[in-house]
């Protein structure tokens, strides 16, 4: 791509400068100053921390043969590029850099609160089991040509999508599509085969506002389907429904989901211990038989299997591949401790899904369910009085404990969780900062038949330094029950 392509793609003119090569080649993109080398294009992207503008001349002296930006300026010693919106301008250009390489594939987006995770793993493994390779983005790791790679969003921005898939022989990518992604025009640009909602609970209204606007930037995933693109939804969740209803207004195909009889992949029965799945699809009874746990997963893997079978999955391939799906790691990850007690580890972080897992153990657990969990620094306050109003109704005793901490300091959130114990929380509880410690507590507490869950980490490992020299809650469990013996 030539730097003087630049102003036609983007719809802009190109600032003054006393640029002495408009015709160079641009050699790479990057919107981090640090990473600009010789011909590179640097786009300045006014962030939640840091305004890139501020870093132009840095970007400059590193070898920026261009930069694009939303300020004006006139005097670059390179072409500059003024536009509207910086992250727009990113996924635009980026699609042309590396020539639009989500054309070439079936593209599957999965927003919702909860289950993008679970659900996108499940249908890339009813993809890659039916012979169709699966390229995959999402919050634990990226996966091209069967290959895996390191993530830091559960959505990454569309240059390091299609940094990725350009070298992907993949047939179909799936992406796990967050509410920021959304609003932050990550996946701008790409044009999606079916999109995917699984449902919508409290989670980010401090960055949202109001469940009205989160829900209005899930619903972006929605208008970047394909003219003949299809909606996925789990209609049986109320914003599901209203988003089927809305999606219905405006003419879009739509697949739903759930227990209505009208739904085209209806959930006509379900056991939970031992998992069993009876789905209704044209008439036809399907029995699935999965080693996942809980309802949750029952709904991820309608949804999964739903949209397996628009894609030309035949049903019995599709039923085999879910029979033989083992699991996500840190999701309902079981683990039988030395002292006779079962360990879940589970992602949950919002109450929705802390109620699916408490109720999901529940359904299995006969003696005592002891729960540890905390709130993570610098997200959604508002989730965290119905965090703990479900786990002290649901479980028998309970732990607060720190999550990561990100940039609040660990007195402040000592005390926030001391304050949500003595406000909201009930005799089953205790607070136990140090996690490690925590969790040495809840395994003198066990009993042969008990079970300890632990939230919020997940297969993550821990940001903090803790008392016992572990990494996530997994090891920390299975070395303080061997340090029990
Ligand atoms: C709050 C937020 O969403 N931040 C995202 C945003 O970063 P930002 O633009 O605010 O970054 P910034 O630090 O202010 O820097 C501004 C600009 O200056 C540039 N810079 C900075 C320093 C320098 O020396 N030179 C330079 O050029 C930076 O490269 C950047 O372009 O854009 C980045 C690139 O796309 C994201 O990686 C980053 O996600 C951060 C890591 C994050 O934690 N985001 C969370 C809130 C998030 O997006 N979560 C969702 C999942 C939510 C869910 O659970 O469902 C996700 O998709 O991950
Ligand atoms: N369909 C569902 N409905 C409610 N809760 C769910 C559902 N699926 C999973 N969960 C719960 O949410 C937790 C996270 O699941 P998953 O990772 O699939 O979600 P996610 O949407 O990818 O989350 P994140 O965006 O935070 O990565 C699970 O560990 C489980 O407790």
Redesign the pocket.
Known sequence: MELQELANILKTVESESNSVNPNALIKGI???????QEGFL???????????H??IN??IENGACGVIGEQEITDLSVPYFQVDN??NALSIVSNHFYNYPTNEKIVIGVTG?NG?TSTSYLLRHILENNGLSCAFFG?TKNIINGESYP???????LL?INRLLAGSRDEVVVI??????LT?Y?VEGIYFDYALFTNLSQ??LD?HGSMEEYFGAKKKLFEMLKDEGKAIINTDDLWGEQLARQLEDESIPTLAIGENEKCDVKLESYTTNPPSLQLKENNESILIKPLLYGLYNMYNIAMAYGTAKQIGVNTKGAIEAVQHFQGIEGRFALTELNNGATLVVDYA?TSDALMHCLKTVRDNCEGNLIHIFGYRGD?DPGKRRDMISISSEMSDRYILTFDDLNSVSPEEMKNTLISYQERYGNDKGIVITDRTLAIEEAVKMAEMGDWIVITGKGHEKYQQQYHYPVHNDEEAAIYLTKAKD
């Open positions: 990057s919107f981090n100053s640090q990473e600009i640097f786009i300045a992207i006014k962030g939640y921390q840091q305004d890139g501020r870093f840095n970007a910086s992250r609160t993008k919050s993530t830091v969003n559960t959505t990454p921005n390091e796990e599509v967050s509410s920021h992604a932050q990550r989670d980010h960055y972080h997200r």
